[in-house]
C-alpha cells in the first residue's frame, strides 16, 4: 500500500486523469529494469467500496512463458490516494480454469481497514 497526500482537490483530479487514461489506452508497452520491452493489457474493474471513490485496475503480461497479472486499487479518501497492489505469476501453459483461480484479486476487507485507519488519521488531524 502507498499513500499520497496532495493540496484541495488534487486527489479527485489525479483519480479522474488515470481513469480517463485507462479508458483511452487500455494498453502500455513499458521497459524492464532488464531492459526488456513488455506489452501490458490494462482493463478497469467494478470500483472498490471504501473510500470516498476508486477505482479497481487489472494489468497483465506474459514473459517467456510465465503470465503476470495485478490487481491494483486506487482508492480516494479526501485528499489523500491509498494505491493498493497484489501480483500473481504462474506458467502460460496452464489451462484456462486453473489460471481462472489463481488470477489476483484484492481482499476488499483488507483495503477497507487500511481507509479506516486513514480516515481515523485524517479526522484526528483535523481536530488537532
Do not use: W
Not at 483519480?15 to 480517463?20: N, P
Not at 497492489?85 to 504462474?90: A, G
Request: glycine share 8%.
Amino acid at each position: 500500500m502507498a499513500l499520497t497526500s496532495y493540496p484541495a482537490g488534487g486527489a479527485k483530479r489525479v483519480l479522474a486523469a488515470v481513469e480517463k487514461s485507462l479508458q483511452d489506452c487500455p494498453s502500455v508497452v513499458y521497459k524492464t529494469v532488464l531492459g526488456n520491452s513488455l506489452h501490458a493489457k490494462l482493463s478497469l474493474g467494478e470500483p472498490l467500496e471504501p473510500g470516498d471513490e476508486s477505482l479497481r485496475v487489472n494489468m497483465g503480461f506474459s514473459s517467456k512463458g510465465i503470465d503476470n497479472h495485478t490487481a491494483y486499487g486506487l482508492v480516494r479518501i479526501g485528499d489523500v490516494l491509498a494505491v493498493f497492489k497484489f501480483n500473481e505469476t504462474f506458467g502460460s501453459t496452464l489451462p484456462k480454469q486453473k489460471k481462472a483461480a489463481l488470477m489476483p484479486v484484492l481482499p476488499e476487507y483488507l483495503v477497507a481497514r487500511q481507509v479506516k485507519k486513514v480516515e481515523a488519521a485524517l479526522q484526528a488531524a483535523s481536530t488537532s
